[in-house]
């Protein structure tokens, strides 16, 4: 399997987060879609990362559908349950906090546009469905070690990924003040094998 990823993308580093738990072995191709000469489009016609090629040459793209191709594999741990809608559950935790991400990509976006083309309206919209989506995070873990189940799950894992980025493009933010329920979730994330090995470069 290769995956092309760059290594800031947090969506490409929940499916990274993904292989390492499952110990699956797999090629990294970093590839920034946003280089002139980056092959991403010639793979997924959105131009984004993460793409999964898969060893019979299929490739996958979004990273909620290339975490469901690597269910199919069968690799433990089985990161969705065998129960239908017990794994929609998992995969709305999952969309929450891809949400969050996709809020926080478009903030920065947005704050890295030439001055006089910034809207700071948009940059407050995409920050209350930032401060939205932690919130209702924050509710939906309450007190359980884990967002779904009994044991590690993708959404958990959708979740660190989340939480991660936006300590990287939102040291300011204060996520750990204004929702503390989730720190304790977040350490025991980041300090687990896959999160230490697939930390994004600073910068
Ligand atoms: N929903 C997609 C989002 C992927 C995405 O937006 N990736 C960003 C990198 S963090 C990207 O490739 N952006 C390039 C672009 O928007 O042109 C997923 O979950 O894979």
Redesign the pocket.
């Known amino acids: 399997m290769k995956l092309l990823a ?1 290594l ?5 580093r ?2 990274r987060i993904i292989l390492a738990e499952k110990a699956l072995p797999f090629e990294l191709v970093v590839d ?3 280089e002139v000469n980056t092959r ?1 489009p010639t793979l997924n016609p ?5 793409v999964l090629i898969a060893d019979d040459g299929e490739t996958f ?6 975490a469901g191709y690597l269910e199919t594999l069968g690799t433990a741990p089985a990161l969705l349950p065998p129960g239908a809608l017990d794994a929609i559950r998992v995969r709305q935790t999952e969309a929450l906090a ?1 949400g969050v ?2 809020a926080a ?1 478009a903030a920065l ?1 947005e704050s890295r546009r030439p001055d006089g083309e910034r809207s700071e309206r948009e940059m407050l919209r995409q920050h209350e469905k930032i401060e939205r989506g932690l919130a209702e995070l924050e509710r939906r873990l309450g007190a359980g070690p884990w967002f779904n189940g009994d044991a590690l799950q993708l959404g958990d894992i959708a979740v660190g990924a989340a939480l991660g980025y936006l300590d990287l493009r939102f040291p300011a933010l204060d996520w750990r003040g204004r929702h503390p329920g989730l720190v304790p979730f977040a350490r025991r994330m980041f300090e687990r094998a896959s999160f230490r090995n697939t930390q994004p470069p600073a910068g």
């Open positions: 760059s800031t993308s947090p969506y490409a929940k499916i920034s879609p946003w991403i959105l131009g984004k990362v993460p793209f979004d990273s909620p559908v290339i891809d991400t996709d990509v976006l």
